[in-house]
């Protein structure tokens, strides 16, 4: 099911990463926040009405990231994205509306398809969006745009890429959509990113993993060969 969503997108998606170009890159490369002082004139109308940036800005490290509603049960991300596990297919956990997601076991012991994205993620994502999701001085904290940007959008960008064409930053961000040793991860990468970005996975190799299942190893079979 989920492979056949993948296939249908990368039709589409050559087109649509155009428009995904816009948006967040100028907030990201945002070094510091507006001079405040001497801001005179700025303050005087600026009041309560006006909603200032600054304090964002230069929180590239502090700012935890924003804690995981629990509600009913259920995990909700900021973005109002249910995250619950709720049926494995192929050896993955997926939520209801088939969006990868991770599980933990009681005793830490993380599901296969979350440890498989933090090997793939630490082979091909890593050496730019640096260590553990946590974002490098080159590229975002993808354990933080996971939270908020949307499994479909996280899909489309890793398929096409996406380059900041509004300044001079020169960014590139490449298109992995016929790249197999990511593609036939992709929803691996992405469980392990949620998990980093709820928190529940600490950084680094993760420590226990539930073993690799025949449904996994067979989907990945004919991903790789096909
Ligand atoms: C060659 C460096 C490089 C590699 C390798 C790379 N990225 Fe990126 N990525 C970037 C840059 C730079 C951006 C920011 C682009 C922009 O904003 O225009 C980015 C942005 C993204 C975004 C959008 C994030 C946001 O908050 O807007 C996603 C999703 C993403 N990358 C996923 C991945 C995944 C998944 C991998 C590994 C399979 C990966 N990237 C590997 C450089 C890279």
Redesign the pocket.
């Known amino acids: 099911m989920t492979s056949k969503t993948t296939a249908s997108l990368l039709a589409i998606c050559v087109a649509c990463a155009a428009s995904?170009?816009a948006?967040?890159?100028l907030a990201?490369?945002a070094e510091t926040p507006p001079a405040q002082a001497g801001a005179g004139a700025a303050a005087a109308v600026s009041g309560d009405a006006q909603q200032q940036p600054a304090a964002e800005a230069p929180a590239e490290e502090e700012e935890e990231t924003p804690a995981v509603a629990a509600t009913d049960g259920k995990l909700v991300l900021p973005n109002g994205q249910d995250i619950t596990p709720d049926h494995m297919e192929n050896g993955r956990w997926y939520t209801a509306e088939d969006i990868p997601t991770y599980k933990i076991a009681e005793d830490g012991a993380v599901d296969w398809a979350t440890f498989s994205g933090y090997r793939?993620?630490s082979a091909?994502?890593h050496?730019?969006?640096g260590p553990d999701g946590e974002g490098s001085t080159?590229?975002?904290?993808?354990r933080?745009?996971?939270l908020?940007?949307g499994y479909y959008?996280?899909l489309e960008?890793?398929a096409s890429?996406?380059?900041?064409v509004n300044t001079a930053?020169n960014?590139?961000?490449?298109a992995?959509g016929t790249?197999k040793n990511?593609w036939c991860y992709?929803d691996d990468?992405?469980a392990y990113?949620l998990a980093r970005g709820t928190g529940d996975l600490p950084r680094g190799r993760p420590a226990k993993r539930e073993d690799k299942s025949d449904e996994f190893v067979a989907q990945e079979d004919s991903c790789m060969s096909g």
């Open positions: 995904a170009i948006g967040t890159a990201q490369t793939r993620y091909e994502c050496v730019c969006h080159y590229a975002p904290a993808l933080k745009s996971v908020t940007m959008d996280f960008i890793a890429g996406k380059q900041e930053a960014l590139v961000m490449p992995f790249n990511v992709i990468i992405y990113l």
